[in-house]
C-alpha cells in the first residue's frame, strides 16, 4: 500500500512520471503544459520550471 497522500496525482509524460502533484495546486492548463514539457516540476521542493516559448504556446502561465 502506498504512504503517498490520496490526493496526489500522477503526472506522466511519455510514459514516464513526470511529477507527483495535489491537483488542487494545478489548473488543467498546467497539468496539460506539464505533460507536453511546457511545464516542469522540479522534484523536491515543486518549483514549475517553465519553457517560455512552450508555455506561452500552451496558454499558460511562465512565471
Known sequence: MSSRSPT???VHRLGRREALIE???YSMAEVVA???GALSV???DGTVV???DA???AG???G
Open 42 to 44: 522540479r522534484e523536491g
Open 60 to 62: 499558460v502561465s511562465a
Open 23 to 25: 491537483p488542487s495546486d
Open 34 to 36: 506539464i505533460m507536453t
Open 55 to 57: 508555455a506561452q504556446a
Open 50 to 52: 517553465a519553457d517560455t
Open 8 to 10: 496526489v496525482s500522477d
